[in-house]
């Protein structure tokens, strides 16, 4: 039976992303967020949404609130229709699906420094326009990604991913055997790329918006056994069809070590993630309709016994 069901869930996938394909990118795009801007306000998932921007933004009212979260549910749905259209998106296109980059720079640099480079962002914009812009640069990197319990809809995902891509790529699913094949990866010179702002329970504690909060330490722990480049970046929505991608100076995990002289790596693993978290941090506050605000970010005792406000009123 379940497997019965795995197959039907990827059919249903299958067929959506079969019409999505069929539908110009500007349509798709539209409809995708018009559909989940209308049905969003009334899932369980905006209340904790709802409470998550509680707490990240505690002066901001509740009318604010419910735009952000309808704005961020336009924002998925549009990601999720732009999905089998990708490869449409052009570098600095104004008249048509497009994106820029504004620090190129360190890019380029890190490319030059053949160094491995570990790629860090979030899930803000169009977060998955991200592989398909950096390949560009010569640093096609193979990410780390949760990989859904239906097998048949893993393949599918991953096959659109090496669709966008151009070419293919390695995919290393979150857990230990994906973790061994990342390091590898990393040993043989190769990037990865890391989407860090989901909560880990069995992460490192560090903070995000005044709170602690479960973090992945992946990103600092690889970069600093294996001397790789952290280059941090998001993705921002600048219209309906039009994205930036700014990237920030690198992080290097040796000036880590050499301001942290006497203390342990898991000292050194810590200051690093928490940079990461802040430079997060920053982005969110810049775009908070465009992040993921959808799952319980930090501890359950914030969500628990809280009056979390309406977002359907």
Same mark, same amino acid.
């Given at each position: 039976? *379940? ?30 967020? &018009? ?28 009318? #604010? ?58 899930? &803000?914009?169009? #977060? ?45 699913? *979150? ?59 998001? &993705? ?47 982005? &969110?506050? *810049?775009?908070?309709?465009? #992040?993921? #605000? ?9 969500? *628990? ?9």
């Amino acid at each position: 039976m *379940k497997l019965f069901l795995y197959r039907l869930q990827n059919f249903f996938l299958s067929l959506i992303i079969f019409c999505l394909t069929h539908l110009p990118v500007r349509m798709a795009s539209w409809a995708g967020g &018009i559909f989940c801007r209308l049905i969003g306000p009334y899932l369980s998932l905006s209340k904790i949404a709802d409470r998550n921007l509680q707490i990240a933004f505690p002066n901001r009212d509740p009318p #604010w609130r419910k735009k952000t979260i309808s704005d961020a549910w336009d924002n998925i749905g549009r990601t999720f229709a732009e999905f089998p259209h990708l490869r449409e998106f052009r570098p600095n296109h104004s008249s048509g699906p497009g994106w820029h980059v504004i620090g190129e720079n360190h890019l380029r640099d890190a490319y030059d420094s053949k160094r491995p480079v570990i790629f860090f962002s979030g899930h &803000i914009g169009n #977060w998955e326009l991200l592989p398909v812009i950096v390949a560009r640069y010569g640093l096609g990197f193979s990410p780390f990604y949760r990989s859904p319990n239906n097998p048949f809809l893993d393949r599918t995902l991953c096959a659109l991913r090496q669709k966008a891509v151009g070419h293919a790529v390695e995919m290393f699913p *979150k857990g230990a055997n994906g973790a061994r094949q990342a390091v590898r990866h990393l040993v043989k010179g190769g990037h990865l790329g890391v989407l860090g702002d989901q909560k880990m329970n069995d992460g490192i504690e560090v903070m995000l918006f005044n709170r602690p909060t479960m973090t992945a330490p992946a990103a600092a722990a690889l970069a600093i056994r294996y001397n790789a480049l952290i280059v941090t970046g998001h &993705i921002w929505r600048e219209g309906p069809m039009h994205f930036v991608l700014q990237v920030d100076p690198p992080l290097d995990p040796s000036l880590t070590l050499s301001v942290l002289p006497h203390r342990t790596q898991h000292d050194a693993v810590q200051a690093l993630t928490q940079d990461l978290n802040n430079r997060l941090q920053l982005w &969110i506050e *810049k775009h908070p309709s465009q #992040w993921l #605000w959808f799952h319980r970010r930090w501890g359950k005792e914030l969500y *628990k016994h809280q009056k979390v406000s309406s977002t359907k009123n």
